[in-house]
T-cell receptor, first 113, second 113 residues
Framework: TQLLEQSPQFLSIQEGENLTVYCNSS?????LQWYRQEPGEGPVLLVT?????EVKKLKRLTFQFGDARKDSSLHITAAQPGDTGLYLC?????????????FGKGTLLTVNP | EADIYQTPRYLVIGTGKKITLECSQT?????MYWYQQDPGMELHLIHY???????EKGDLSSESTVSRIRTEHFPLTLESARPSHTSQYLC????????????FGQGTRLTVV
């Protein structure tokens, strides 16, 4: 099983601050995805990164895929209370298990007004 | 908008009862998944399927069973519910390519008393 380690596990910040959360693995992934989950709902896809070194921007969110495709980061600029949620990274299994979809433990972000 | 539905949304049931959690999707996806999640915590993969008549156990051992007789339907059954089964159960589906988006239902919050 390919493991995804996320850090920090919990993060509480004030509105307007910047933050970065991380997703790391000892395994190479063909792609990684970031999801956000709000209380009482299922996770929703934010972005998929495929190419090593790739950087994608989604408004105030910046996603980066490591050159070796073993890690990824999510940076949020000027966080807002609406950014509060559980941020999860996910990747497919390897080889014959590429139809599995495994998630990291997540970072629970709270943005205080 | 995701076309994947879970019922019931909430279920409170007594110990020893048999229950079936329903999950249906209308997107024609081959891959379907069941995850177990406690509030604000990680998603544990308990079952997945890559097509009709194919089911596999996930990374977290579970006493539940699943079936995939039709592409659109992936029900989960507990033969004898116990308080330790209390949790949220999330169903997801995705297309065939490894980096396509996974769509989640809203989940079933199960409480066994």
């Amino acid at each position: 099983t390919q493991l995804l380690e996320q850090s920090p596990q919990f993060l509480s910040i004030q509105e307007g601050e910047n933050l970065t959360v991380y997703c790391n693995s000892s395994s190479v992934f063909s792609s990684l995805q970031w999801y956000r989950q709000e209380p009482g709902e299922g996770p929703v896809l934010l972005v998929t990164v495929v190419t090593g070194g790739e950087v994608k921007k989604l408004k105030r969110l910046t996603f980066q895929f490591g050159d070796a495709r073993k890690d990824s980061s999510l940076h949020i600029t000027a966080a807002q209370p609406g950014d509060t949620g559980l941020y999860l990274c996910a990747g497919p299994g390897s080889g014959g298990s590429n139809y599995k979809l495994t998630f990291g433990k997540g970072t629970l972000l709270t943005v205080n007004p | 908008e995701a076309d994947i539905y879970q019922t019931p949304r909430y279920l409170v049931i007594g110990t020893g009862k048999k229950i079936t959690l329903e999950c249906s999707q209308t997107m024609g996806h081959d891959k379907m998944y069941w995850y177990q999640q406690d509030p604000g915590m990680e998603l544990h993969l308990i079952h997945y399927s890559y097509g009709v008549n194919s089911t596999e156990k996930g990374d977290l051992s579970s006493e539940s069973t699943v079936s995939r007789i039709r592409t659109e339907h992936f029900p989960l059954t507990l033969e004898s519910a116990r308080p330790s089964h209390t949790s949220q159960y999330l169903c997801a589906s995705k297309g065939s390519a490894g980096n396509t988006e996974a769509f989640f239902g809203q989940g079933t919050r199960l409480t066994v008393v």
